[in-house]
């Protein structure tokens, strides 16, 4: 990643100190702060101080750290909010507002009228389309390298 685009997105900024950003969470590597337009107050946005841009980008070392924070938010906007539960969500590429990678924690309340968000759900043709389509991911996720 080249420093201008470091140096240029508004998250890393915001990680840096030289942007304000209202800090929930911080770490050596990682670092949460409240959504400036949240789906519902408490919503978070959790990031890797390193720039970052999809979820395909993140070095393995920081993986651990991001899902860590991501786990405290989710039981800390719960514990704090009394909400009933929590969403957690990432977007890679489409609807990725900010050009860094970002773990939405959303806290969620029974009848909280959050539904649009969510896309229409189909059926696949058949069992043949469906091992099509597992088989390709499965070729596809064992050469994109190690897991775990």
């Known amino acids: 990643m080249s420093p201008d685009a470091a140096a240029g997105c508004l998250f890393c900024r915001i990680a840096r100190?030289?942007?304000?950003?209202?800090?929930?969470?911080?770490?050596?590597?990682?670092?949460?702060f409240l959504d400036h337009r949240p789906l519902f107050?408490?919503?978070?946005?959790?990031?890797?101080?390193?720039?970052?841009?999809?979820?395909?980008?993140?070095p393995a070392g920081l993986t651990a750290p991001l899902w860590d924070a991501v786990r405290v938010l989710a039981r800390a906007v719960e514990a704090a909010l009394g909400a009933d539960g929590s969403f957690v969500a990432v977007n890679n590429r489409v609807s990725q507002s900010v050009p860094h990678l970002h773990v939405h924690v959303v806290p969620r309340r029974r009848g909280d009228g959050l539904r649009g968000f969510f896309w229409p759900r189909g059926r696949y043709a058949g069992p043949a389309e469906m091992e099509d389509v597992r088989r390709r991911i499965a070729a596809a996720a064992d050469g994109a390298g190690p897991v775990g």
Request: contains cysteine; negative net charge.
């Open 17 to 32: 100190s030289e942007e304000p950003g209202a800090l929930v969470l911080g770490t050596r590597a990682v670092v949460a």
């Open 41 to 58: 107050p408490g919503h978070c946005l959790v990031i890797p101080r390193e720039h970052v841009e999809t979820l395909g980008d993140l």
